[in-house]
């Protein structure tokens, strides 16, 4: 008996240390799991709060009460009681007393007053990738981007099925704007164009980089060369310019046509979007368009070398595999070097540059 006793004492005590010692193991990353597991649920209330417009107005108001809000947001009380609970929870909000107020985060990137907001990002994931993403686990086991089922449409990629759908694609352009106005400020402060007379930016989107970048370089000129759709976007955006006359656009498909005569050719998250080979294909298309001099210059977020991050490569790959094309992914540096090696390119210079984006140039002799 006295054994027994004895044995149990022991084990107990085990118990107790082995719990003791998994509680300091996930000390600090407990949070991070949790946030990580409901991930689902914390995105779909940051979306709802943003397409209820609860951040601009806690900005515009500089606080509310439950009830204040309630009116405001044409809601409930225990959906809002609810809603509020997550986003003070995940510190997007801040309660004092009855009094709920934005955190500066919350004011920075979801208040539609800020010039940083990143609204239509937010909506850009809801209405666009949310449900593809879904599909993740089969885009691993078949290798293609079986999420694009999610959209209607036969094309084979995200973007040729946008062209079939206005407001979705309205939703996507927004989304890239925001990224671009932020990201591609980035590319214009940092990489020197001033010899560059004319440049060409495929896949260019709505314009807004090659805007960025006349107003920086005054005697650049720089066209978009996108989808019919979208160009006609970039022109309506050039209209209202200061610097028309300096900006202008191509239809054409960087895979089927031609690029136009140009100095430079600029790649902006463009890259992430294809496999490696047709990458290299695009690569070697611009170093036969490119006069002796020219440049090809690519510009995105890039994966360590070590492949073991940063986040915002981890969380852009998934798309790329899943929804966008089902053969990108956010590669590494040398990935990149390699291929511009590859496609005959004499001088290869990387560029390293703020919120996780670099940039490759290109030199043709
Ligand atoms: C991820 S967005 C990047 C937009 C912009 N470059 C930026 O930095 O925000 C990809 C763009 O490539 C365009 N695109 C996709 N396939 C294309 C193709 N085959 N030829 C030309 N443009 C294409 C899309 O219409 C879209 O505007």
Redesign the pocket.
């Known amino acids: 008996m006295h054994g027994l006793a004895k044995r149990t004492s022991q084990k107990l005590k085990m118990f107790w240390q082995l719990n003791v010692l998994e509680k300091i193991l996930i000390r600090g990353t407990a949070e991070r799991f949790y946030l990580i597991i409901g991930g689902h649920i914390y995105f779909q209330t940051v979306a709802a709060a943003v397409q209820l417009d609860l951040f601009t107005f806690l900005h515009d108001s500089g606080g509310a009460t439950k009830e204040q809000l309630c009116k405001q947001l044409n809601i409930a009380e225990q959906p809002c009681r609810i809603l509020l609970l997550g986003l003070t929870s995940t510190k997007l909000l801040c309660k004092k007393g009855d009094v709920y107020t934005n955190r500066h985060v919350a004011n920075i990137f979801l208040s539609r007053k800020s010039p940083k907001n990143i609204a239509d990002v937010v909506m850009w994931q809801h209405f666009i990738n949310y449900k593809a993403m879904y599909h993740f686990h089969a885009a691993l086991l078949q290798n293609k981007n079986v999420g694009l089922d999610e959209i209607p449409g036969a094309a084979n990629n995200l973007?040729e099925r946008l062209q079939q759908q206005p407001e979705l694609e309205k939703t996507f352009?927004s989304a890239?704007q925001q990224?671009?106005v932020q990201?591609?400020q980035i590319f214009a402060d940092n990489v020197d164009l001033a010899d560059i007379v004319t440049l060409i930016?495929?896949?260019?989107?709505n314009g807004s980089?090659v805007k960025q970048l006349v107003q920086k370089f005054p005697t650049l000129k720089a066209y978009v060369?996108?989808?019919a759709t979208?160009c006609q976007k970039a022109e309506e955006n050039f209209a209202a310019s200061e610097h028309k006359e300096r900006l202008g656009s191509f239809v054409?498909?960087?895979?089927k046509d031609p690029f136009p005569q140009t100095e430079c050719i600029l790649f902006?998250?463009?890259f992430t979007?294809w496999s490696k080979e047709e990458n290299l294909s695009l690569l070697k298309k611009a170093y036969a368009a490119l006069p002796s001099g020219g440049k090809a210059i690519i510009f995105n977020m890039m994966q360590n070398d070590s492949e073991d991050g940063p986040l915002g490569a981890s969380m852009g790959s998934p798309y790329f595999l899943t929804l966008a094309t089902g053969k990108g992914m956010l590669y590494s540096w040398q990935e990149y070097r390699q291929l511009f090696n590859e496609a005959g390119f004499d001088q290869v210079k990387s560029q390293k540059l703020p919120m996780q984006h670099g940039c490759i140039i290109g030199t043709k002799r």
């Open positions: 973007y352009q890239m990224i671009s990201a591609n930016d495929v896949g260019g989107g980089n060369f996108d989808s979208v054409g498909d960087c895979f902006c998250h463009f979007i």
